[in-house]
């Protein structure tokens, strides 16, 4: 299938699968498999020395997590993929492979809980330093923050949970300026909303635990590369050279435009382990098949709460591109042309005890850590997904204590709005 022609829509269902390739099987089958028979002993020689494709293990590749990679790479403009077990472990993985052996990360510090922890505490003990960039709309705080040794400038293409949307074609120039790659967490908007490749990033991440699987039901998370990344100019040489995991020859000289990728799968993949299961590859596949038609949906039962959300007396700010005087509308309109997404944050006017009164009076909304899935979930980022951090840190991410998230699902927006009503009037 030449993807190329086809559509979102299309490649959504389609991309990465040919039914000749499996026995003709409909739907992409689960290949619930640990290992695959090497044939022959040539035919061994070959796929270990990357001459020929074949999978030997599902440790670092499998049929089904094979088509979730193409689809995704299909979905985000990329030229390979790498799925992994989690959206923490993708991150994890992208970081290290270009940071490794003493390299420094420059960091944007409005970022999901696991990462700034992973940022802040993790990495530093394994010799990656992290330069917190202070100001995410401020282009010089991005420039600030990067040394002769910094190795990749990391950020979310919306912030989560202060839903900040990054100019991510500025943010790529100056890392280009400075021969390093700009790696984007891409989880909030989806390629269906986004797609950072096209603006310059050149490492695209995802939680696909989240809106990709869509249905709260697989962890799994993602690796896309844009293929365009120059790996030669003299900072990555570990990309080119000699690798015991390809016979020592160069991964840059025999995969040059799924570098990235490959060095992850055969080094990270093959040696930390934190693979995915064909299973979970499933269930994100079929989630995937519907991504467009669902983020659409919730989008416009989105902008329903969020107009009902602000004229709430109990609502101090409603915290959504598009709702007036809102900092990122100008970004927004230039990324997010297809709906500003389906996550946002309102502070709750009161104290914590009427908070807790509001949720534990929330009959539908699931009080929940987590986003993206049918079912609309709400939390208190504060307590929950960012209970860990400083209260400043808190703070700089948009953790505010009144703030309460909203990921919105697919339930009918009136029933939605009647739910809050009810648990905001159940508080004096
Ligand atoms: N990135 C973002 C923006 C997230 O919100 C999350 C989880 O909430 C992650 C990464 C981590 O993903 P996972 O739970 O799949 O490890």
Not at 120 to 128: A, R
Not at 322 to 344: D, M, S
Request: aromatic share 10%; glycine share 8%; net charge negative.
């Amino acid at each position: 299938m030449s993807q190329k022609e086809y559509g979102f829509e299309t490649l959504q269902i389609r991309a990465g699968y040919d039914p000749k390739e499996h026995n003709y099987a409909a739907t992409v089958p689960i290949y619930q498999t640990t290992a695959f028979n090497f044939g022959d002993t040539e035919r061994l020689e070959k796929i270990y020395s990357l001459k020929e494709g074949g999978f030997y293990y599902t440790r670092i590749s499998n049929p089904t997590s094979d088509v979730l990679e193409k689809r995704i790479a299909a979905l985000e403009g990329g030229t390979a993929a790498v799925a992994v077990a989690s959206g923490m472990a993708a991150i994890t993985y992208s970081l290290l492979n270009v940071a490794e052996g003493g390299g420094e990360i420059a960091a944007v510090n409005t970022l999901y809980s696991g990462s700034f922890n992973l940022f802040n505490h993790i990495l530093p003990q394994f010799g990656i330093k992290v330069n917190w960039i202070d100001d995410p709309y401020d282009l010089n705080s991005f420039r600030k923050a990067i040394t002769p040794n910094t190795r990749a400038i990391f950020a979310e293409s919306i912030g989560n949970p202060l839903i900040n949307v990054l100019d991510i074609e500025g943010v790529a120039k100056i890392a280009h300026e400075n021969d390093i790659p700009l790696i984007i967490d891409n989880t909030f908007p989806t390629p269906h909303l986004l797609n950072p490749i096209k603006y310059g990033a050149d490492i695209v991440v995802h939680s696909a635990t989240k809106a990709l699987g869509g249905h709260g039901t697989a962890i799994g998370g993602i690796i896309v590369e844009s293929g365009k990344f120059n790996w030669e100019n003299g900072k990555f040489p570990h990309f080119t050279a000699p690798d015991y995991s390809a016979k020592n020859e160069s991964l840059y000289e025999l995969v040059p435009t799924s570098v990235f990728t490959t060095r992850i799968r055969l080094r990270y993949l093959s040696d930390f382990g934190a693979a995915i299961s064909p299973f979970n590859s499933f269930l994100i596949l079929q989630g995937i098949e519907t991504l467009s038609v669902r983020i659409n949906e919730e989008v416009k039962t989105t902008e329903k709460i969020v107009k009902y959300l602000s004229a709430h007396p109990k609502v101090s700010w409603v915290n959504y591109p598009g709702v007036e005087g809102n900092r990122n509308n100008k970004l927004a309109e230039k990324y997010l042309p297809n709906g500003y997404g389906t996550i946002f944050t309102f502070g709750f006017k009161g104290n914590q005890h009427d908070i807790n009164k509001f949720i534990n009076s929330l009959e539908l909304f699931s009080f929940l850590a987590n986003i993206g899935d049918a079912r609309s979930l709400l939390v208190q980022p504060c307590v929950a997904t960012h209970g860990s951090l400083s209260v400043e840190n808190r703070n700089k991410a948009g953790a505010f204590p009144e703030a309460i998230r909203l990921s919105i699902g697919l339930e009918k927006a009136e029933d939605l709005i009647a739910d809050l009503d009810q648990a905001f009037s159940k508080v004096n």
